[in-house]
T-cell receptor, first 109, second 111 residues
Framework: SQTIHQWPATLVQPVGSPLSLECTVE??????LYWYRQAAGRGLQLLFYSVGIGQISSEVPQNLSASRPQDRQFILSSKKLLLSDSGFYLC????????FGSGTQLSVL | GENVEQHPSTLSVQEGDSAVIKCTYSDSASNYFPWYKQELGKRPQLIID?????GEKKDQRIAVTLNKTAKHFSLHITETQPEDSAVYFC??????????FGTGTSLTVIP
């Protein structure tokens, strides 16, 4: 069966520090992969999605970037975090139905 | 692109009563409509979905209806229980690549 792993679960980072969140999917090949962000009490904002290795689409201009170095690996990065980058980050994958990872609660202080 | 609107933003019901959450979409090409339940601090979980060739789908106490002509779909929860309290999100998709989410409904079931 397919599973999605996302880590870390929580992260506290100072303003201006770099960020790297990683997500991997098991049990499937060539999945579509997504990064969503959720501000406290708010909805799901699509940040990036990828339909294949090296193929990244950005939905919203951000202080963030994404990369897909391997078929089942999706990485969210930032060179310098801002206070506004705080939120709940969710990786997701789809094989027609969309499934979410367990999320990373990021606090930028 | 697709635009999904969801109402109400908050909903309180007495335990045992029914709850209804409504969504509208703008792109008539959308053909897949999932609903997610998100508990505090947890990931959204798929609870039910419907495709455009079906008008209604039921799974125990939850059901989803779709009106393609009017471009709206609804989530119905019957005999609500306190554990149904959560935030519910609707979404619309075409091709299963892009998913467009509503803004969420915070449901509170009062014991």
């Amino acid at each position: 069966s397919q599973t999605i792993h996302q880590w870390p679960a929580t992260l506290v980072q100072p303003v201006g520090s770099p960020l790297s969140l990683e997500c991997t999917v098991e049990g499937t090949s060539n999945p579509n992969l997504y990064w969503y962000r959720q501000a406290a009490g708010r909805g799901l904002q699509l940040l990036f999605y990828s339909v294949g290795i090296g193929q990244i689409s950005s939905e919203v201009p951000q202080n963030l970037s994404a990369s897909r170095p391997q078929d089942r690996q999706f990485i969210l990065s930032s060179k310098k975090l801002l206070l506004s980058d705080s939120g709940f980050y969710l990786c997701a994958w789809t094989n027609e139905k969309l499934f979410f990872g367990s999320g990373t609660q990021l606090s930028v202080l | 692109g697709e635009n999904v609107e969801q109402h109400p933003s908050t909903l309180s019901v007495q335990e045992g009563d029914s709850a209804v959450i409504k969504c509208t979409y703008s792109d008539s090409a959308s053909n897949y409509f999932p609903w997610y339940k998100q508990e505090l601090g947890k990931r959204p979980q798929l609870i039910i979905d419907i495709r455009s060739n079906v008008g209604e789908k039921k799974d125990q106490r939850i059901a989803v209806t779709l009106n393609k002509t009017a471009k709206h779909f609804s989530l119905h929860i019957t005999e609500t229980q306190p554990e149904d309290s959560a935030v519910y999100f609707c979404a619309a998709s075409f091709t299963g690549n892009q998913f467009y989410f509503g803004t969420g409904t915070s449901l509170t079931v009062i014991p």
